[in-house]
């Protein structure tokens, strides 16, 4: 590994061995992207974390909230203030399930059904943007490793 002690910031601070971690290019790339999202997101004011939670319960109507939390990734206390949110901006209607009173039922609700399509088109065009440096074969290669390194954990 590249110690990378000659490599500077665009400040010109001295990075040393950063710029060779793979940790720290991600964690550079993770808030390049965290910024231009909630930049394209706008009014809408969504995390990259409630896009996701809606997007799968629109995909899963009924889903349980562990069950979300198993699919995404995250953990109880996360999920559970996450939907806290969406619920507080009518986003997400939490029910009984039928089969486990102690369970909550996780849908959209009317406003989030119709919301979901306008974040979905912004998400499609902060991808294009964030993506507009590589070729399509190179994106899906980039998230294939990611997800690599994911399962690794």
């Given at each position: ?61 009924g ?33 009984s ?35 507009r ?21």
């Amino acid at each position: 590994m590249d110690n990378g002690s000659d490599k500077r910031s665009e400040n010109g601070v001295a990075l040393g061995m950063l710029t060779g971690l793979l940790g720290y290019s991600l964690r550079r790339a993770q808030v390049a992207v965290f910024q231009h999202f909630s930049e394209a997101m706008g009014a809408a004011d969504i995390t990259p974390g409630q896009f996701g939670v809606l997007h799968v319960i629109n995909a899963n109507p009924g889903l349980s909230q562990t069950q979300l939390g198993n699919a995404l990734g995250i953990d109880r206390s996360t999920v559970v203030a996450v939907l806290d949110r969406l619920e507080s901006r009518r986003l997400v209607v939490r029910h009984s399930a039928p089969n486990d009173r102690r369970s909550h039922a996780l849908r959209l609700s009317a406003e989030g059904a119709a919301l979901l399509p306008k974040l979905e088109e912004l998400v499609r065009s902060h991808e294009r943007h964030i993506g507009r440096s590589l070729r399509a074969e190179d994106q899906r290669t980039l998230i294939a490793w990611l997800d690599r390194i994911a399962r690794a954990g």
